[in-house]
């Protein structure tokens, strides 16, 4: 089994900063990738980036150029760059270890982006 923990959330203003990391533990042998989800209230939750082995990312359109994810070499720790947020950047940000198995999120942190 893997564990995941988010952190990093927290209130900026348009046009700021800020960084989310995911700690993951347990079997992280056996993680293939990391992504990032975001739910705003009253939306379905949807994928903002991912990171598989070997450093293949993607992202979706609307955060491409502001936002970067990274991980360290021995995938305990996924990161979440966010540069330049809007207001419609706030949500609660998940994140997912995926295996070939099974897929494990973590509780969310929340991100507020007040204009």
């Known amino acids: 089994q893997v564990q995941v923990v988010e952190s990093g959330g927290g209130l900026v203003q348009a046009g700021g900063s800020l960084r989310l990391s995911c700690a993951a533990s347990?079997?992280?042998?056996?993680?293939?990738?990391m992504a990032w989800y975001r739910q705003a209230p009253g939306k379905t939750r949807e994928l903002v980036a991912a990171?598989?082995?070997?450093?293949?990312?993607n992202y979706v359109d609307s955060v491409k150029g502001r936002f970067t994810i990274s991980g360290d070499n021995a995938k305990s720790t996924t990161y979440l760059q966010m540069n330049n947020l809007k207001p419609e950047d706030t949500a609660v940000y998940f994140c997912?270890?995926?295996?070939?198995?099974?897929?494990?999120w973590g509780q969310g942190t929340q991100v507020t982006v007040s204009s």
């Open positions: 997912k270890a995926l295996t070939r198995e099974l897929d494990y």
């Open positions: 347990g079997s992280i042998f056996s993680i293939v990738a």
């Open positions: 990171i598989a082995n070997g450093g293949r990312t």
